[in-house]
């Protein structure tokens, strides 16, 4: 049974047009988490959800934004994509982040296509 | 255009050798550790763990060593099977920036298991 679920699994979108990337997670996990994967690269960290608080990582670019409307779900919107910002976006869950043996779970990803 | 992409380190072993995969990790406050396996188009997978207090770890087919002196982590796959080909990424928790735990992934090795 999938826990960590990623809609589209596939998205294309235009040069500037506005794009919602989706998270859902049953396993009703405190934090949540977005990565950006470009190929042949390590997953790089653009901001987490602990509930409600929201951390952003000091370089990441306005551009991506977030909502957690409540615990199961998660949005990354990217107000004008370029093209350097196709790339595999990667949510993850965590029980709590305070302890520091908790594994993050990740859902299958969301290829983004810019065109 | 030609499109440019960094080139992952890659492991190529026979079916049934036994694959070590190498880390070297930056931050000496991390003090807990994970290998994750990335199979193409997927999220990555967790396959082991260790915290900092410990200097081996096994689990099925699998040994995690981590040698802290140098800042070295080591993943060994046991009589590697085709099914084990993927990007292998060792992953760091440490404290950032206050209470915050931040997961942070190292380069990925391709791993390619020859029938």
């Known amino acids: 049974d999938a826990m960590v679920i990623q809609n589209p699994r596939y998205q294309v979108t235009q040069f500037g047009k506005p794009v919602t990337l989706s998270c859902s997670q049953t396993?009703?996990?405190?934090?949540m988490y977005w990565y950006q994967q470009k190929s042949s690269q390590a997953p790089k960290l653009l901001f987490h959800?602990?509930?409600?608080?929201?951390?952003n990582e000091a370089d990441t670019p306005d551009n991506f934004q977030s909502r957690r409307p409540n615990t199961s779900f998660c949005f990354l919107d990217i107000r004008s994509p370029g093209l350097g910002d196709a790339a595999m976006y990667l949510c993850?869950?965590?029980?709590?982040?305070?302890?520091?043996?908790?594994?993050?779970?990740f859902g299958s990803g969301t290829q983004l296509s810019v065109l | 255009g030609e499109s440019v992409g960094l080139h992952l380190p890659t492991l190529s072993v026979q079916e049934g050798d036994n694959s070590i995969i190498n880390c070297a990790y930056s931050?000496?406050?991390?003090?807990?550790f994970i290998w994750y396996k990335q199979e193409s188009g997927k999220g990555p997978q967790f396959i082991i763990d260790?915290?900092?207090?410990?200097d081996k770890r096994q689990g099925q087919r699998v040994t995690v060593l981590l040698n802290k002196t140098v800042k070295h982590l080591s993943l060994q796959i046991a009589a590697t099977q085709p099914g084990d080909s993927a990007v292998y990424f060792c992953?760091?928790?440490?404290?950032?920036?206050?209470?915050?735990?931040?997961?942070?992934f190292g380069k990925g090795t391709l791993l390619t298991v020859n029938p």
């Open positions: 993850a869950t965590q029980g709590d982040r305070g302890a520091t043996n908790e594994k993050l779970f």
């Open positions: 396993l009703n996990h405190n934090v």
């Open positions: 959800y602990y509930d409600k608080d929201f951390n």
């Open positions: 931050n000496s406050a991390s003090d807990y």
């Open positions: 260790i915290r900092s207090n410990m």
């Open positions: 992953a760091e928790k440490g404290l950032s920036g206050g209470s915050n735990y931040k997961l942070t």
